[in-house]
T-cell receptor, first 116, second 117 residues
């Protein structure tokens, strides 16, 4: 079974600064998806960024980018130019085998605070 | 609909009562998932449907929990003889059928918060 570990329960960043959230995972599969989801107080999980394991290039979405290290099974999220609206819970998630409707496995989350 | 819709948004019940939570997925999404999220935790998988059938129900904690999706669209999560430990947010998500271009992304609703007194 796959596991996802987020070792930072809470992180804090000043507005306009950069912060990196850590995630490691364990799997024996060679092809899979990795995701970062944001969960504001409204409870709805919002996709921030996704990475396909077969792609060596790190995914980027505007101020959000990942550092995907497949051999190390590491998938960190970098938020640049942090904004007050970035404050939320962030969850790293793993999904097996593209092309099958398999479940997402989540980490325990990191609460991000953004200060002025 | 435009997004995944879950009702009720909040439900307060007494220990021992029966509860139903409803999920209406995005139109055209054949895969539907239920997750449970306890306070301060990540979502835990309960069950997923591909069409009308439960493709994986390995996350259901015990036989008090049951889910159906009779017409391959709306799903209902049913909890019998509720216990205080069932208090959590129940999240529903949907995704496209893989053969039609599944990007891997799950689309979530806002969840149903269940409180068992």
């Amino acid at each position: 079974a796959q596991t996802v570990t987020q070792s930072q329960p809470e992180m804090s960043v000043q507005e306009a600064e950069t912060v990196t959230l850590s995630c490691t995972y364990d799997t024996s599969e060679s092809d899979y998806y990795l995701f970062w989801y944001k969960q504001p107080p409204s409870r709805q999980m919002i996709l921030v960024i996704r990475q396909e394991a077969y792609k060596q290039q790190n995914a980027t979405e505007n101020r959000f980018s990942v550092n995907f290290q497949k051999a190390a099974k590491s998938f960190s999220l970098k938020i640049s130019d942090s904004q007050l609206g970035d404050a939320a819970m962030y969850f790293c998630a793993y999904r097996s085998a593209p092309g099958t409707a398999s479940k997402l496995t989540f980490g325990t989350g990191t609460r991000l605070q953004v200060t002025l | 609909g435009a997004g995944v819709s879950q009702t009720p948004s909040n439900k307060v019940t007494e220990k021992g009562k029966y509860v139903e939570l409803r999920c209406d997925p995005i139109s055209g999404h054949t895969a539907l998932y239920w997750y449970r999220q306890s306070l301060g935790q990540g979502p835990e998988f309960l069950i997923y449907f591909q069409g009308t059938g439960a493709a994986d129900d390995s996350g259901l904690p015990n036989d008090r929990f049951f889910a159906v999706r009779p017409e391959g669209s709306v799903s209902t999560l049913k909890i019998q003889r509720t216990e205080r430990g069932d208090s959590a947010v129940y999240l529903c998500a949907s995704s496209l059928r893989p053969a039609s271009g599944d990007t891997g992304e799950l689309f979530f609703g806002e969840g149903s918060r269940l409180t068992v007194l």
